[in-house]
């Protein structure tokens, strides 16, 4: 019987990426656009918020285990050997305005690692201990390359800025809007329908995907954080009705006043440029090419989910950056090249604006209760 030939990882070289056309001046006219539509919010809320995921539902306390005995191509970077990280995470909502839960949209796990030693990627930030992990229950991003992202963020900023209130509240999820209502304003063929609404399933029991991929030392992969205890594996796929504002928040809190969960962190490693490219972020990566593979798990205790001193801490003082990170694992592709000027600009203009400091926590115990 034949040996199995072992899978043929994409090694990670300066090849892996390709610089796109025009692509610092369609960077630029998007953080432009962006910073024009936070300012606009600004107004509207006198309070500065982040220009994507702005609503938190839910800020948590917990601990990444990483598997001992990982195989040589998952023992990379930070997961090179076994340890315990202490860990913070945020669940929100992917618009970049507070809008009520009662509406559809995309949903966002930020996971703050705490204790990552080596320098990181940002050259101001090159000696603090935090490695981010920014994720969102779905696979691809429509816009999944700058030219896409750019002519969606200028599109969403004319609505935004210029159309009817009714239609800004009809916006679901970035570049999604309900087709009826644009064509009452006049501008559906200037703003195409991307994707459907997204379903209203429960928070706490979906898989959150990187979106794009990330370098994971030697090699390209996306990161996902996978439901693993009984309680939370339970919840996946089950349709929540949600009837108040804050009905997301709502789920979050009454769960974990009594219970904890535990997740799983899963790294799917690239095996073909051209089935799985880095430059196209709105191409799924086929799993029966290269499944998830197991990294560690993260441990989330039972907590006070969102209290007042914690829902200020996370909206206002920390700051999730896929680019707080290792170089190890650098987001790649243009969609994420883009995010480097665009999450320092939303972040600098949001802790001015409410005169709060920009730090990254050092100890777990900064999270308040």
């Known amino acids: ?8 990882y994409v090694r990670f070289d300066s090849g892996v990426e390709e610089i796109q056309p025009n692509e610092q001046e369609l960077t630029n006219e998007t953080v432009e656009s962006m910073a024009r539509v936070n300012r606009f919010m600004f ?83 090159a000696d603090e201990i935090t490695q981010d992990f920014l994720m969102v229950n779905d696979t691809i991003i429509p816009t999944g390359d700058i030219k896409s992202y750019h002519d969606m963020q200028l599109r969403q900023e004319k609505v935004f800025l210029h159309a009817p209130e009714v239609v800004t509240k ?5 570049g999604t809007l309900v087709n009826s209502a644009l064509d009452a304003v006049g501008i559906k063929k200037e703003i195409p ?17 990187t979106l794009g991929s990330i370098r994971f030392g030697d090699y390209v992969s996306k ?8 309680n939370v ?45 880095v430059e196209d972020a709105s191409v799924d990566w086929p799993q029966d090419q290269s499944p998830y593979q197991p990294l560690g798990k993260i441990v989330i ?49 949001r802790h001015r604006m409410n005169a709060q400091p920009r730090r990254e926590p050092r100890d777990i115990n900064e999270l308040p209760d």
């Open 1 to 8: 019987m034949p040996a199995t030939i072992p899978t043929q």
């Open 233 to 277: 594996q339970a919840l996946a796929g089950e349709q929540v009705k949600i009837t108040e504002p804050a009905g997301w928040r709502d789920v979050v809190v009454d769960f974990f006043r009594t219970q904890g969960a535990e997740y799983e962190l899963r790294a799917q490693l690239c095996t073909d440029l051209k089935t799985m490219p």
């Open 193 to 209: 329908l991307v994707v459907p609404p997204h379903p209203n399933n429960h928070i706490l029991g979906e898989t959150y995907t």
């Open 301 to 349: 205790p039972a907590q006070d989910a969102f209290s007042p001193a914690r829902r200020v801490f996370a909206d206002d003082v920390l700051s999730f950056n896929p680019f707080h990170c290792l170089p190890e694992h650098l987001p790649l592709g243009s969609i994420n090249r883009a995010r480097i000027k665009a999450y320092e600009t939303s972040t600098a203009y």
């Open 223 to 230: 990161i996902s954080v996978v439901p693993l205890s009984a």
């Open 170 to 174: 009809l916006i679901t999820e970035a």
């Open 43 to 125: 107004e509207k809320h006198r309070h500065a918020i982040r220009d994507a995921h702005a609503k938190s539902h839910g800020v948590l306390r917990g601990e990444l285990h990483i598997y001992p005995n990982l195989p040589a191509h998952l023992a990379q970077g930070m997961f090179r050997e076994p340890r315990v990280y202490p860990v913070i995470l945020r669940l929100s909502s992917a618009p970049g305005s507070i809008d009520p839960d009662t509406q559809s949209a995309v949903k966002g796990l930020a996971v703050k690692i705490i204790g990552v030693e080596g320098k990181k990627f940002l050259p101001d930030q």
